[in-house]
């Protein structure tokens, strides 16, 4: 796979990345709408001629309409208390802190003079305590912007295949990737947190003992959809998640005119990924390459549908053809 121009491959993937964060609202209130649909026609039983059945539509959207501003309000509420922690939780989640000029004048040496290249103000420099090749960008605002380098890529990388690296993260920072990422991760905790409510109101509820009432059947469809929407919620933010890391290689082979030594960084990388303190699905997504133990380079289509970094040889494949 080649190139076709580096701004080609760059207005792709944002114009597929906002295609994909659009759907997830739509996604969302199309399912509500179908639960109310759903629930309307089990009440609605008796209705036996089409005419009565074309008139229950207008019912349907009245109680839409009348949830909607609940429904916004509470996903509002979701957004802002994930959109204020999230950079504590990624910390705690990947044991990620500061580390100080004075341990590395080498990071922050290469950090700043890409960052002077670009313009940009310089980020924060953490470090993970794991001797794995890993790395990641967090923040959403000039004062949280960071970028995280396990102790292990520090110590065992060169540095073009460092600096390569780190302008990988840097372009994260610039594409204002980790935005799109929270919001995705959100969209999706949403679904996963209704379908965790509805199965056990449906565990511990009235449907546990034996009443089968039209709220126990709204609550399974309520279950049901849910987890429906959690299913196509998460394939949408595994494909943001790939598409952005193709977008970010593409940056740094931008910034450092040295596809290869990310090529290079990539492969040594993908030998020894493995950060021990990430077991959250959602954090390893931020990463470089994916942190946890997983399926690697799998031709399986279903497989890579819910993959959340591109395969790493094809990457490299790219790079080296750049």
């Known amino acids: 796979m080649k190139y076709f121009g580096l701004q080609s491959h760059i207005r792709k993937n944002n114009r597929n990345s906002v295609i ?42 009245s109680k839409f309409i009348r949830t909607f501003p609940w429904i916004t309000i509470g996903v509002l509420v979701w957004f802002l208390i994930a959109w204020f922690t999230h950079s504590a939780m990624i910390n705690n989640a990947t044991g990620s802190k ?13 950090v700043e003079n890409l960052c002077i290249s670009t313009g940009m103000q310089m ?14 960008a967090g923040g959403i605002n000039k004062n949280s912007y960071t970028v995280s380098l396990s102790r292990g890529i ?16 840097l372009t994260h920072i610039r594409n204002r990737d980790v935005r799109l990422l929270i919001i995705s991760i959100i969209f999706v905790g949403i679904f996963a947190f209704i379908s965790e409510t509805m199965f056990r109101s449906m565990r511990f509820g009235s449907i546990s003992r034996g009443r089968k009432d039209g709220n126990g059947a709204a ?5 049901l959809l849910a987890f429906i929407g959690y299913i196509i919620a998460s394939l949408f933010r595994f494909a943001l998640s790939r598409k952005r ?3 970010a290689d593409a940056g740094s082979a931008e910034l450092t005119r040295n596809p290869l030594a990310l090529a290079s960084a990539l492969r040594k990388i993908s030998v020894d990924p493995t950060i021990e303190a990430v077991k959250r699905n959602d954090v390893a997504q931020m990463f470089i390459e994916n942190p946890q133990k997983e399926l690697k380079n799998s031709s399986v289509s279903f497989t890579t549908l819910f993959a959340t970094h591109p395969p790493i040889q094809k990457r490299i494949e790219i790079l080296e053809n750049f």
Not at 37 to 49: D, K, Q, V
Not at 98 to 110: A, D, G, V
């Open 219 to 223: 609550v399974l469809i309520a279950m």
């Open 245 to 247: 890391e193709y977008l």
């Open 154 to 169: 520090i110590n065992k990388l060169d540095d073009k295949e460092l600096e390569a690296v780190i302008a990988h993260e």
């Open 20 to 61: 994909i964060l659009i759907l997830f609202p739509v996604v969302f209130l199309l399912l509500t709408w179908l639960f109310f649909l759903l629930t309307s026609l089990g009440e609605s039983r008796y209705l036996m001629n089409e005419q009565e059945q074309f008139n229950l539509i207008p019912v349907i959207n």
């Open 123 to 136: 980020p924060k420099v953490n470090i993970i305590d794991d001797d794995s090749l890993n790395a990641f």
């Open 98 to 110: 500061p580390l100080e000029r004075k341990e590395n004048k080498r990071i922050y040496n290469l």
